[in-house]
């Protein structure tokens, strides 16, 4: 390829600091630079360079990216670049890259071939196993917070002796012991976590020099993105891999750290030099996503913080529309003005569907957005895999396929024992699994070996029948194809029959059930392309592990539904960040501690910094949270939000209630452009909007039967087919024309006869 031509090329579509970033020779450099500037653009880039101009082995080059959804638009925009179908490059996220690697080689740090990987509802099982063990109650040792400094401990690469010997004060000796105990009953179900998966992969490419070798000569040349994100443990493996000196591209911006929760360092990329001694660090300036008012907007919001290098962007996009801000009455109201918003966009023919974005802080903040959506009938898609992978039914059958693959994986083992149910009831299961503790032996070992005489006949009966359709079905695993597996497992454990295709419920399970094959199917059909030779259960169960963490599950186009922890590294056309409100965005775990305010203006600053040309944030002065009401303060972020970028516009609902002077001006206070007055009298707000939903929801309930139509004023008209209990906390079972079922407590459903 003539170089010069190439050279031209790249100077068409990239900037003069992007270019110096791409054609950066060796050794280590940072790309330290705000939101939308081309960061990501230059990895594309870079890896197209070094292929095409240095001729390197696209084998030998690795990419590492933060979601499974970033490292599929990289590896497309790379296969497109180059014109190279498929791409022999890792393009993937950490876990994926350490998953691949303890597949090949994790017997050399004690795992066995076919090792499982917990999700995060395994691990609180086994969290709980292990403080019952220790003898600890769980109700001074919450599972979830041992989980989390079980957790924090493998970020720092701490072992359970590490940990110990730090153990500093009665509870952190406490947590060591759990620590110990829970890795100890991991080991026994030869299981990893998520954390274990980066910690092995570490000592993998420390302990054993040929094997590293191996994995570097795969990531001779390394790019990271979203640097800003990496913990203590991925910033170790990036040392292992790329050596100091190394060939290490890594592009980040301090202020779009958003995962401190989970260990994130932000001195990671604000001390870079420390880690790669003389690295070359870039900045780039211009920004070329997003007009100047959504710069100067968000700009203004992030100069608030302090732990940050600062810096200025610019573009030459222009001023473009405000920012609009609405002030909602409700969730109800803010999720019915986004989506008017959203369909007069599309109306106007300016955006399509997918060109427009709603962020949310928290995961039940969609459920309001989603009934709207589904009443103005706006196709949208809920991102965010963990859903779909936790519901129980799809959870079984996963469970099932790690059986077929580990018998000895006992957590899935018992979460499929009765399951569908097959008379081997609570009694059993504990009597088999504390038979098989005192004899030191698997569970399954003991399943398909004994005679089971410690059991009554009809018990041993039942667990033998159990142990023949899982072996039967492990023959099946090694004959037929991943699809038809699936069918036969379906079949011959009797899920096929067990829903009943007239209860809406039931028919939500056997379509998750057909979307999961269709999953197979999809999986199956991408990987015979070039990985014959794989064992594609394994690859399968690997990739519902990894998609299941905190990714996509997309199945159609629509508005895009996310958390803004999803929403980093993407763009959009139009975006809506909803809920800014004290205790939502500043998330309430967050009030107090500076850094932990600044996590929250980081996440907001990481939203409003993905749209290119429409933003628009909205905040409800109440909001129904696990069912009651409550009155919400507006964000202090909204205050540090340059005034002039915005438009603020009021509910009429706010302005139609008979006080809504005092209403007003107490929520008012610190609002701009909207013309608010000051004052504090209206503090009785909550009190009175709680009194006049109680009057509502009395007259909500009466004249309700089964059979009859009913209306609600968000989800329609639908049929109302069961009733429980009575009085305020009766249910109500609806099944809506648009909405499908759904379940309602009387108390909260404002539900009327029609
Ligand atoms: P973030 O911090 O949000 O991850 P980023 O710095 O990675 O952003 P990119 O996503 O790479 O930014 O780029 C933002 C947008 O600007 C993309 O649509 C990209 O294609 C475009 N862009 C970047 N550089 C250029 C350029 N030199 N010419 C034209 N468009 C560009
Ligand atoms: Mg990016």
Same mark, same amino acid.
């Given at each position: 390829?003539?170089?010069?031509?190439?050279?031209?090329?790249?100077?068409?579509?990239?900037?003069?600091?992007?270019?110096?970033?791409?054609?950066?020779?060796?050794?280590?450099?940072?790309? @330290? /630079?705000?939101?939308?500037?081309?960061?990501?653009?230059?990895?594309?880039?870079?890896?197209?360079?070094?292929?095409?101009?240095?001729?390197?082995?696209?084998?030998?080059?690795? %990419?590492?990216?933060?979601?499974?959804?970033?490292?599929?638009?990289?590896?497309?925009?790379?296969?497109?670049?180059?014109?190279?179908?498929?791409?022999?490059?890792?393009?993937?996220?950490?876990?994926?890259?350490?998953?691949?690697?303890?597949?090949?080689?994790?017997?050399?740090?004690?795992?066995?071939?076919?090792?499982?990987?917990?999700?995060?509802?395994?691990?609180?099982?086994?969290?709980?196993?292990?403080?019952?063990?220790?003898?600890?109650?769980?109700?001074?040792?919450?599972?979830?917070?041992?989980?989390?400094?079980?957790? /924090?401990?493998?970020?720092?690469?701490?072992?359970?002796?590490?940990?110990?010997?730090?153990? !500093?004060?009665?509870?952190?000796?406490?947590?060591?012991?759990?620590?110990?105990?829970?890795?100890?009953?991991?080991? +026994?179900?030869?299981?990893?976590?998520? $954390?274990?998966?980066?910690?092995?992969?570490?000592?993998?490419?420390?302990?054993?020099? !040929?094997?590293?070798?191996?994995?570097?000569?795969?990531?001779?040349?390394? @790019?990271?993105?979203?640097?800003?994100?990496?913990?203590?443990?991925?910033?170790?493996?990036?040392?292992?891999?790329?050596?100091?000196?190394?060939?290490?591209?890594?592009?980040?911006?301090?202020?779009?750290?958003?995962?401190?929760?989970?260990?994130?360092?932000?001195?990671?990329?604000?001390?870079?030099? $420390?880690?790669?001694?003389?690295? &070359?660090?870039?900045?780039?300036?211009?920004?070329?996503?997003?007009?100047?008012?959504?710069?100067?907007?968000?700009?203004?919001?992030?100069?608030?913080?302090?732990?940050?290098?600062?810096?200025?962007?610019?573009?030459?996009?222009?001023?473009?529309?405000?920012?609009?801000?609405?002030?909602?009455?409700?969730?109800?109201?803010?999720?019915?003005?986004?989506?008017?918003?959203?369909?007069?966009?599309?109306?106007?023919?300016?955006?399509?569907?997918?060109?427009?974005?709603?962020?949310?802080?928290?995961?039940?903040?969609?459920?309001?957005?989603? !009934?709207?959506?589904?009443?103005?009938?706006?196709?949208?898609?809920?991102?965010?895999?963990?859903?779909?992978?936790?519901?129980?039914?799809? =959870?079984?059958?996963?469970?099932?396929?790690?059986?077929?693959?580990?018998?000895?994986?006992?957590?899935?083992?018992?979460?499929?024992?009765?399951?569908?149910?097959?008379?081997?009831?609570?009694?059993?299961?504990?009597?088999?699994?504390?038979?098989?503790?005192?004899?030191?032996?698997?569970?399954?070992?003991?399943?398909?070996?004994?005679?089971?005489?410690?059991?009554?006949? +009809? %018990?041993?009966?039942?667990?033998?029948?159990?142990?023949?359709?899982?072996?039967?079905?492990?023959?099946?695993?090694?004959?037929?194809?991943?699809?038809?597996?699936?069918?036969?497992?379906?079949?011959?454990?009797?899920?096929?029959?067990?829903?009943?295709?007239?209860?809406?419920?039931?028919?939500?399970?056997?379509?998750?059930?057909?979307?999961?094959?269709?999953?197979?199917?999809?999986?199956?059909?991408?990987?015979?392309?070039?990985?014959?030779?794989?064992?594609?259960?394994?690859?399968?169960?690997?990739?519902?592990?990894?998609?299941?963490?905190?990714?996509?599950?997309?199945?159609?186009?629509?508005?895009?539904?996310?958390?803004?922890?999803?929403?980093?590294?993407?763009?959009?056309?139009?975006?809506?960040?909803?809920?800014?409100?004290?205790?939502?965005?500043?998330?309430?775990?967050?009030?107090?501690?500076?850094?932990?305010?600044?996590?929250?203006?980081?996440?907001?600053?990481?939203?409003?910094?993905?749209?290119?040309?429409?933003?628009?944030?909205? &905040?409800?002065?109440?909001?129904?949270?696990?069912?009651?009401?409550?009155?919400?303060?507006?964000?202090?972020?909204?205050?540090?939000?340059?005034?002039?970028?915005?438009?603020?516009?009021?509910?009429?609902?706010?302005?139609?209630?008979? +006080?809504?002077?005092?209403?007003?001006?107490?929520?008012?206070?610190?609002?701009?452009?909207?013309?608010?007055?000051?004052?504090?009298?209206?503090?009785?707000?909550?009190?009175?909007?709680?009194?006049?939903?109680?009057?509502?929801?009395?007259?909500?309930?009466?004249?309700?039967?089964?059979?009859?139509?009913?209306?609600?004023?968000?989800?329609?008209?639908?049929?109302?087919? %069961?009733?429980?209990?009575?009085?305020?906390?009766?249910?109500?079972?609806?099944?809506?024309?648009?909405?499908?079922?759904? =379940?309602?407590?009387? +108390?909260?459903?404002?539900?009327?006869?029609?």
């Amino acid at each position: 390829m003539a170089g010069t031509a190439s050279f031209v090329e790249l100077e068409k579509h990239l900037n003069p600091a992007q270019v110096e970033a791409v054609v950066h020779g060796e050794g280590p450099q940072l790309v @330290l /630079a705000g939101a939308g500037s081309g960061k990501t653009r230059v990895i594309t880039w870079r890896i197209a360079w070094l292929v095409q101009e240095r001729g390197i082995d696209p084998g030998s080059i690795a %990419a590492v990216t933060f979601t499974n959804k970033a490292a599929a638009e990289m590896r497309e925009r790379v296969e497109e670049l180059l014109g190279l179908y498929p791409l022999p490059t890792f393009v993937g996220t950490f876990h994926r890259w350490a998953l691949v690697a303890l597949r090949r080689y994790g017997e050399r740090v004690g795992l066995r071939r076919d090792f499982a990987i917990l999700d995060s509802d395994d691990q609180v099982s086994l969290v709980k196993e292990a403080l019952a063990a220790e003898g600890l109650p769980e109700k001074s040792y919450p599972p979830r917070t041992m989980l989390a400094a079980i957790s /924090a401990a493998k970020n720092r690469l701490l072992d359970p002796g590490a940990y110990e010997a730090e153990a !500093d004060g009665f509870f952190a000796r406490k947590v060591a012991a759990v620590y110990r105990r829970y890795q100890g009953l991991l080991q +026994r179900a030869s299981g990893i976590d998520f $954390d274990d998966m980066i910690a092995l992969a570490v000592r993998l490419l420390a302990e054993h020099d !040929d094997v590293a070798e191996r994995l570097r000569r795969r990531a001779r040349w390394l @790019l990271v993105d979203e640097f800003q994100d990496t913990n203590h443990a991925q910033l170790a493996l990036i040392r292992q891999l790329a050596g100091e000196g190394g060939n290490l591209t890594a592009v980040g911006d301090e202020d779009q750290g958003i995962y401190r929760w989970r260990g994130a360092e932000l001195e990671n990329i604000l001390r870079f030099e $420390d880690s790669f001694p003389g690295a &070359t660090v870039r900045k780039l300036e211009r920004n070329y996503r997003s007009t100047q008012t959504i710069l100067d907007a968000s700009g203004g919001l992030i100069a608030h913080n302090q732990g940050r290098r600062g810096k200025h962007l610019w573009t030459d996009r222009g001023a473009g529309a405000p920012v609009e801000v609405y002030k909602a009455s409700d969730e109800v109201d803010e999720a019915r003005w986004i989506v008017n918003t959203l369909q007069g966009l599309r109306r106007e023919g300016d955006y399509k569907l997918a060109d427009m974005a709603v962020l949310v802080r928290t995961n039940a903040q969609t459920r309001a957005l989603e !009934d709207e959506m589904l009443r103005q009938q706006v196709p949208y898609v809920l991102v965010g895999g963990t859903r779909f992978y936790q519901r129980a039914e799809i =959870k079984d059958v996963v469970a099932y396929l790690r059986v077929l693959r580990n018998p000895r994986d006992e957590i899935s083992l018992r979460r499929i024992l009765n399951q569908p149910p097959r008379g081997i009831g609570r009694t059993t299961q504990e009597a088999l699994f504390t038979e098989a503790a005192e004899r030191s032996m698997p569970v399954w070992d003991l399943l398909v070996n004994d005679e089971l005489a410690a059991f009554s006949p +009809r %018990a041993a009966r039942a667990l033998r029948a159990f142990a023949h359709l899982v072996t039967s079905l492990q023959e099946a695993a090694d004959e037929l194809p991943l699809p038809a597996l699936l069918e036969r497992l379906l079949e011959s454990t009797g899920y096929r029959g067990l829903y009943n295709e007239d209860d809406p419920d039931d028919l939500a399970r056997i379509e998750n059930l057909r979307e999961f094959l269709s999953a197979a199917q999809e999986f199956t059909e991408a990987r015979s392309v070039n990985a014959a030779d794989e064992d594609l259960l394994t690859a399968f169960l690997d990739h519902v592990s990894l998609v299941a963490d905190l990714d996509t599950w997309e199945s159609e186009r629509g508005v895009s539904l996310m958390t803004l922890h999803s929403a980093k590294g993407l763009e959009f056309g139009a975006v809506v960040v909803g809920g800014l409100e004290e205790g939502l965005l500043p998330h309430f775990n967050a009030q107090g501690a500076r850094e932990d305010v600044e996590e929250e203006r980081r996440l907001l600053y990481v939203g409003m910094t993905r749209a290119e040309e429409r933003l628009f944030l909205s &905040t409800c002065r109440r909001r129904r949270i696990a069912g009651r009401y409550q009155d919400q303060l507006e964000s202090s972020f909204l205050r540090e939000i340059p005034p002039e970028t915005l438009e603020v516009t009021t509910s009429p609902s706010l302005f139609t209630d008979p +006080r809504a002077d005092s209403v007003y001006s107490f929520f008012g206070k610190g609002t701009r452009g909207g013309g608010a007055g000051e004052g504090g009298a209206g503090a009785t707000f909550g009190e009175r909007v709680a009194a006049s939903i109680e009057a509502e929801e009395a007259g909500g309930g009466a004249g309700l039967r089964r059979g009859g139509r009913v209306q609600h004023p968000t989800l329609g008209e639908g049929t109302l087919i %069961a009733i429980e209990g009575d009085g305020d906390y009766a249910k109500y079972t609806v099944v809506f024309d648009r909405a499908g079922k759904r =379940k309602l407590i009387a +108390r909260y459903a404002s539900l009327d006869p029609v």
